[in-house]
């Protein structure tokens, strides 16, 4: 299996480049027509054993996640399944997804840790159990745990309407 966890500061500097240039544009937000930017961006930074997409994930018993401009996921993994036809991707195959913003209000950030959760959701708690033992190899290989993955990232350049107090006091409570 392909390890996302090598590319991701590269990942991140490509996102960080593409919001500045939208910052100087003088953008307080992405369009589709940015993350589609974005999307061509990141999968011409990666090897071609990832594959980028946006859509909704689906778990095995056809549980959806929140759609998420922003995915990632492995080639290898899935070599025979058209990701992504019908909107739709597979979990198992999916390494990261992404809530990308140039800026957030609590609202809005509400709403990015709901869809990121979401993904989440689909894991399923008896295979996180299951696979206990295997994490920690997984672990002290140096690895992201299978079972951890899809991984959630947050990037955003800006918060507005927060105080520091009140953006840990509410997210932590």
């Not at 909107?87 to 992404?98: D, K, M, N």
């Not at 997984?138 to 350049?157: D, N, T, W």
Request: hydrophobic share 45%.
């Amino acid at each position: 299996m392909t390890d996302i966890r090598r590319h991701l500061p590269g990942l991140l500097k490509v996102i960080q480049a593409r919001s500045q240039q939208a910052i100087a544009a003088g953008q307080t937000a992405f369009t589709e027509t940015d993350y589609a930017e974005l999307r061509s961006l990141i999968s011409d930074f990666l090897p071609d054993s990832y594959g980028v997409g946006e859509g909704c994930l689906a778990d095995r018993q056809g549980r959806r996640s929140a759609f998420v401009h922003l995915l990632i996921y492995d080639r290898i993994l899935a070599p025979d399944v058209t990701l992504g036809s019908d909107g739709v991707y597979p979990l198992q195959p999916t390494l990261a997804v992404f809530d990308v913003a140039l800026q957030h209000d609590w609202r809005s950030l509400n709403v990015a840790l709901d869809t990121i959760q979401s993904v989440k959701r689909l894991r399923s708690r008896s295979a996180d159990t299951a696979a206990a033992g295997k994490r920690a190899a997984e672990r002290a290989a140096g690895s992201i745990p299978k079972s951890r993955l899809p991984i959630g990232v947050l990037y955003f350049q800006r918060i507005l309407d927060m105080t520091p107090d009140m953006l840990f006091a509410d997210l932590y409570a």
